[in-house]
């Protein structure tokens, strides 16, 4: 059995094509903390103490003190993604701010110091989101710009 030289070329085309759009190893771990922290199309205002105790999102550099406020993007993944690419507007240092408004449900801790005894307000709002983003991929979201 014989093996057309395009089909040979159509495969390493292929595998190129993949490994030039997959997402590097270095930023899947970040991306995936990313994604559980502040990836949220179905959370709602009323959610925060469930999901956040469900995620188990903590401070930074903590192992299990209370964040202080964390955002919910009620978005799909892909539809985040684009703001580090085309639907979004570099502000320097890899932030990106979105050319489009997002519905978001931002949790602010109302009492308590350590999981599980962290209660939450959650309030809805729609505004612009600021992302930083390493080669095209959220890897954190800018909770200090409010007004963006």
Same mark, same amino acid.
């Given at each position: 059995?014989?093996?057309?030289?395009?089909?040979?070329?159509?495969?390493?085309?292929?595998?190129?094509?993949?490994?030039?759009?997959?997402?590097?190893?270095?930023?899947?771990?970040?991306?995936?903390?990313?994604?559980?922290?502040?990836?949220?199309?179905?959370?709602?205002?009323?959610?925060?103490?469930?999901?956040?105790?469900?995620?188990?999102?903590?401070?930074?550099?903590?192992?299990? $003190?209370?964040?202080?406020? %964390?955002?919910?993007?009620?978005? @799909? /993944?892909?539809?985040?993604?684009? !703001?580090? *690419?085309?639907?979004?507007?570099?502000?320097?240092?890899?932030?990106?701010?979105?050319?489009?408004?997002?519905?978001?449900?931002?949790?602010?801790?109302?009492? $308590?110091?350590?999981?599980? %005894?962290?209660?939450?307000?959650? @309030? /809805?709002?729609?505004?612009?989101? !600021?992302? *930083?983003?390493?080669?095209?991929?959220?890897?954190?979201?800018?909770?200090?710009?409010?007004?963006?």
């Amino acid at each position: 059995m014989e093996i057309h030289p395009s089909a040979v070329i159509l495969l390493l085309l292929l595998a190129a094509s993949f490994t030039a759009y997959g997402q590097p190893d270095d930023i899947k771990p970040r991306y995936q903390k990313f994604l559980n922290q502040h990836l949220g199309p179905h959370v709602n205002d009323h959610a925060c103490d469930r999901e956040i105790r469900n995620r188990d999102i903590t401070a930074p550099g903590t192992a299990n $003190g209370c964040k202080e406020v %964390n955002t919910f993007i009620q978005a @799909n /993944k892909n539809d985040i993604k684009v !703001v580090c *690419g085309k639907g979004g507007t570099p502000q320097g240092n890899n932030l990106f701010k979105s050319n489009q408004r997002f519905p978001l449900v931002t949790c602010k801790l109302q009492s $308590g110091q350590r999981h599980p %005894n962290c209660k939450y307000r959650g @309030n /809805k709002s729609t505004r612009y989101i !600021v992302l *930083g983003c390493d080669r095209g991929w959220p890897v954190h979201y800018e909770e200090g710009i409010i007004n963006a």
